[in-house]
Every structure is written in C-alpha cells, then in structure tokens.
C-alpha cells in the first residue's frame, strides 16, 4: 500500500518541480542563475524519483525517436555557429521532453487524458486572448480586418509575435476546442467562449496556410478511422504526386504561384510569399545536402543558409527563422538522422490513433495533428519555439 502512495508523491513533486521551472527554462534571459538551477532541480528530480515510480523513463512508442532527436539537439547545440540562438531552443526541448514524461507517469490516472485535453484547450484559449494584445498584424489581408486590429494595443511595446506563428498554434488547438465545447455542463459556455476566441485569432491572423489546414484537420476529424491506413498513406502519396505534377506541367511554376498569391490575398505588399518559400525549401535542400550527418546546428538555418546559400528574394533585414517546413526544418538542423526522429514523432502517435477507430478524444487528437501538419507543410511552429511545449503535451496525450 505505501508503494503507490510513495510513487503518487514523486510524481506530485515532479508536477510541482515542471511548473516552477517552466517559466526559468522558457525565458533563460531573466535570470539565467535560476535557469541553470531549475534544469538542475527537474533533471535531480527525475533521477530521485526513479527508486520511487520503478523506472526512470515510462516505456511509450515514442521514446526511441525523442532520445534519438533530444541527442542530435544536444549535438547540434554543441557545434551550433549560434550558440546563443541554439541554447535556449535546447532548454525548451528539454523543458518538453520533461513534461512529456511526466504526463506519461500520471497515464494511469482516470481522468487523465480528459483533463490534459481540457487544459490544452484552455491554454490555446488563453493564448488567443494574449495575442489580441501582441501579435504583428500582417500587412496582406484575405478579409479587410484591420479597422479591427489597428485599434487592439499592444501590451508588450511592440510587436512580439509573428502572426503565422500564432496561427499555427490556434489550428491545432482548435479540435480540441471544439472537443471541449460539445460538453454538457454549467462549463459549456466557458467552452464555447474559448472556442470562439480561437476561431477568432485564427481568422484574424490571415494565414492562408492555418485556414486550409482547418479545413484538412475538418476533414480528419469527419473520416477518422473509416478506412485502412495504407489506403489512406496511398491516397495522401497520390496527392503530393499530383500537386507536384501540376507544378511541373504548368511550365512557369513561379508565375503562376505569384499570380495565386496576388489574388487570394490582396494588398500594396509585393505578393511573393510563396514564392520566397520556395527559395526557402530549395536552399534548405542544399544545406540538408551538404550538411547530411548533424545538421547546420539547432535553430542556426539563418545564419548558415545566408553563409552558404543565395537570397535574392529575401534581404539581410528580413527575419528568417526557420525553413517553412518541418522536415525540412528538421532535417537541415539536425541532419538526416533528426528528420527521421521527426517522422517518428508525428507519424507514429497519427497511425496509432487512426488504427484505434473513432472516440471522441482519438478524432479530436488525430485531427489536432493533422491540422498542425498540414500547416506545417509552408510554415513551422517547431518542438524547440516556446508554444513547442504545448506541442511536447499534445504528443504526450496522443502516445
């Protein structure tokens, strides 16, 4: 009988331990001492525990590709030509990792996996209404908003976060949101209100790719487990052959790409966002390349693509974080090997929930996934950015 209770305390401590680091690992440049003793603490913790839950790591389907890709980041940190950019993407990895485990030792809890849903809804409703007060509005607009947000202040003095970046966290969250608004309850309203502020950041953020990956997470959500997975990979392989069959046939792919960018979001901006990421992903191409066993180092594309590689369509002032897609984000900072771990961390968890058929909870998560990874395909909220640890829980709950 003292067993469980023992175990139950160790995995209460951990819980306690996670949160109070949260905030030191997220934001290292507060106070770096407290940084330094809170990966300190979470990582003594983790090992005092072990005599107390019977193991050190809980066995999921996961573990292979996250101790693959969390060794390539320490790696990639550790010859990074930007260590000062590397580091603090490695303590949100690591902050990720943690809180995955720790979801995983409370797996046996009953309520677990609804209360872990519930909270990443929150969470996402939570970060709408931050948002409304910090997001840079963008300059294009499919619909006309900016009567609406020129008038929204911005809390944090200037423009802190990129409107795709948040769109790409307001698309995964939004099944769950849905899941959590369908509950009967004095709680519903509540839930409805924070389905409606994730629907509304998402439209007001104006990203073409977080609209379409709705309407892909929409249709998962409808045909969840309805047919074979090696129909269903069959069918997704005969779409990206057909898409990039069309390109090729069209003869100017460019133009054309410039030209549908011009009309499906006006405004006095140059409409060559697609056609940057494309010399994005041909550029990250080569540096998977030449780069093939460890990568150009965590977080370090900028620096080392403009080293190596020709921008002509994006200048020396332009922010260039990541590389608009996230194998190829994977695989250029962390080699071949990282882009594997990568597959392995989303595919696996997606297989699994499609072959599991159709609960509530399985659809929400498997069209949560869909979702992040239909956006992901042009943009990249990645596993080491700040909202990577939200993405670090959502894996948790779906393995």
Not at 310 to 321: K, N, S, V
């Amino acid at each position: 009988m003292s067993e469980p209770v023992a175990a139950r305390r160790a995995r209460s401590l951990l819980s306690v331990l996670w949160l109070a680091a949260a905030p030191w690992m997220l934001f290292p440049d507060l106070a770096p001492g407290l940084t330094v003793a809170s990966l300190t603490l979470l990582l003594a913790g983790r090992l005092a525990a072990r005599r107390r839950l019977g193991y050190l790591l809980c066995s999921t389907p996961l573990n292979v590709p996250i101790l693959l890709y969390l060794s390539l980041a320490g790696a990639a940190t550790a010859l990074s030509p930007a260590p000062a950019t590397s580091l603090p993407k490695l303590l949100v990895l690591l902050l990720g990792v943690l809180g995955f485990t720790l979801v995983q030792d409370w797996r046996h809890h009953p309520s677990l996996a609804d209360r872990l849903a519930l909270g990443l809804a929150g969470a996402g409703g939570l970060a709408a209404v931050g948002g409304l007060f910090s997001v840079a509005w963008p300059a294009r607009q499919i619909l006309e908003l900016r009567g609406l947000t020129d008038r929204l202040p911005h809390l944090t003095g200037g423009f802190a976060i990129h409107h795709n970046e948040m769109a790409g966290l307001m698309v995964a969250t939004l099944p769950l949101a849905w899941l959590a608004a369908r509950r009967s309850g004095r709680g519903r309203p509540v839930w409805l209100l924070n389905l409606f502020l994730i629907a509304g950041m998402l439209l007001l953020t104006q990203s073409r790719g977080a609209l379409l990956a709705a309407i892909v997470a929409g249709l998962a959500a409808w045909s969840w487990g309805r047919w074979p997975l090696r129909r269903v990979l069959a069918g997704l392989a005969a779409v990206a052959l057909l898409g990039a069959a069309l390109l090729w046939l069209s003869g100017d792919a460019r133009s054309w790409l410039a030209r549908l960018d011009a009309a499906s979001k006006p405004g006095t901006v140059a409409a060559t966002s697609w056609l940057i990421r494309l010399e994005v992903w041909g550029n990250a191409w080569r540096l998977l390349r030449d780069y093939p066993a460890i990568g150009v180092g965590l977080y370090a594309f900028a620096p080392v693509g403009r080293a190596n590689e020709a921008f002509l369509l994006i200048g020396p002032a332009y922010p260039l974080a990541h590389a608009h897609n996230i194998w190829l984000q994977a695989g250029t900072t962390l080699g071949w090997a990282g882009l594997v771990a990568e597959m392995g961390l989303w595919l696996l968890p997606w297989a699994g929930l499609w072959r599991r058929g159709a609960p509530a909870l399985d659809r929400a998560l498997g069209a949560s996934l869909t979702a992040y990874l239909a956006f992901s395909s042009a943009d990249v909220v990645s596993l080491g950015q700040k909202p990577g640890v939200w993405l670090w829980l959502l894996l948790a709950l779906a393995a």
